[in-house]
């Protein structure tokens, strides 16, 4: 030990240094340190991330690029969304939504076209003052009289 502290060492092997795993691997995820409320999860998702990303080497990163789908599966892939899409166009009929936003769009054009006249003022047609028609009032009137006092309470809510 004294010799290697010297400089004076007889062996003339290299060492081979070697990083220790703490400095080539990212430590865990700490889910809960402590020190704060506990809380739901803000965001939903995959819960393992892929982490790799820090730590591969450009050897890592080619191997991966190798495996990953090639360029001709992709192309595959499209070509059958593509037979899927037109044979949905040509058997299938027009969607529902398809039809009420056209049918929307052409009423929207229709309305553009009339002259936009100028009508007086009306209240219970602007303010909808009268909302309720005469059975509706009756039902309400005759819900109030039953609430005599401050202390009673109405015969629908009971129950005993």
């Given at each position: 030990?004294?010799?290697?502290?010297?400089?004076?060492d007889?062996?003339?092997?290299?060492?081979?240094?070697?990083?220790?795993?703490?400095?080539?691997?990212?430590?865990?995820?700490?889910?809960?340190?402590g020190?704060?409320?506990?809380?739901?999860?803000?965001?939903?998702?995959?819960?393992?991330?892929?982490?790799?990303?820090?730590?591969?080497?450009?050897?890592?990163?080619?191997r991966?690029?190798?495996?990953?789908?090639?360029?001709?599966?992709?192309?595959?892939?499209?070509?059958?969304?593509?037979?899927?899409?037109?044979?949905?166009?040509?058997?299938?009929?027009?969607?529902?939504?398809?039809?009420?936003?056209?049918?929307?769009?052409?009423?929207?054009?229709?309305?553009?076209?009339?002259?936009?006249?100028?009508?007086?003022?009306?209240?219970?047609?602007?303010?909808?003052?009268?909302?309720?028609?005469?059975?509706?009032?009756?039902?309400?009137?005759?819900?109030?009289?039953?609430?005599?006092?401050?202390?009673?309470?109405?015969?629908?809510?009971?129950?005993?």
């Open positions: 030990m004294k010799d290697k502290l010297m400089g004076l007889v062996s003339n092997e290299p060492e081979e240094l070697k990083r220790e795993s703490w400095m080539t691997e990212l430590p865990p995820e700490l889910q809960h340190i020190l704060g409320a506990r809380t739901f999860k803000k965001r939903s998702g995959p819960e393992d991330k892929d982490r790799s990303i820090w730590t591969d080497t450009p050897v890592d990163r080619e991966k690029a190798r495996v990953s789908y090639s360029s001709a599966e992709i192309n595959k892939f499209f070509n059958w969304v593509q037979q899927f899409t037109v044979s949905n166009e040509s058997k299938r009929g027009e969607s529902l939504l398809s039809m009420h936003t056209k049918k929307m769009k052409r009423q929207a054009e229709e309305d553009s076209e009339q002259p936009v006249e100028r009508r007086p003022f009306d209240r219970d047609t602007d303010l909808q003052v009268n909302r309720f028609d005469e059975a509706q009032k009756k039902a309400l009137l005759k819900k109030s009289q039953e609430l005599n006092t401050r202390f009673s309470h109405s015969k629908d809510r009971m129950f005993l």
